[in-house]
């Protein structure tokens, strides 16, 4: 399966949904590399953790809990924490469009896969190349690709 530029962006209600709850109302995608660069807010993370496991959350973006209180102080994220953010968001509203809602796409992320050696997709995201297997693995489960 080939990677593509949009495949990660997520076109129904529930990967938007996600999108704009974490990035805010005004987010727009092609505002997104700007934003990145410029640092996320830290209120984008922390709406991002709401309610999920802030531990496993933060090894996923390669965050210590230190660097988690410092960027709180600061109110903002540094660029290559922003990405890492920016994607793992991502993956998480194309897990809610193939799962068909945010609940169970964040089922998904925490529930160990044959696929991925028994791991979880959030323990696979850690870097570019386990995000990619990660989405290769639910456009797999999209389209009925088994194998």
């Given at each position: 399966m080939n990677w593509?530029?949009?495949?990660?962006?997520?076109?129904?209600?529930?990967?938007?949904?996600?999108?704009?709850?974490?990035?805010?109302?005004g987010w727009r995608p092609a505002s997104a590399s700007e934003r990145i660069e410029a640092g996320l807010s830290f209120t984008a993370l922390a709406s991002f953790i709401a309610?999920?496991?802030?531990?496993?959350?933060?090894?996923a973006l390669r965050i210590s809990k230190r660097t988690f209180d410092r960027r709180r102080e600061q109110g903002r994220l540094l660029p290559e924490e922003s990405d890492r953010l920016y994607r793992l968001v991502q993956l998480y509203g194309l897990?809610?469009?193939?799962?068909?809602?945010?609940?169970?796409?964040?089922?998904?992320?925490?529930?160990p896969a044959r696929a991925l050696a028994g791991?979880?997709?959030?323990?696979?995201?850690?870097?570019?190349?386990?995000?990619?297997?990660?989405?290769?693995l639910l456009l797999r489960i999209e389209y009925g690709v088994y194998g």
């Open positions: 593509s530029p949009t495949a990660l962006a997520p076109e129904t209600r529930a990967g938007k949904e996600l999108m704009h709850s974490v990035f805010g109302n309610g999920q496991d802030k531990d496993a959350v933060l090894q897990a809610a469009d193939v799962m068909g809602n945010e609940d169970a796409g964040k089922d998904f992320m925490t529930t791991r979880t997709p959030l323990e696979t995201v850690r870097n570019e190349a386990g995000a990619k297997q990660v989405e290769d």
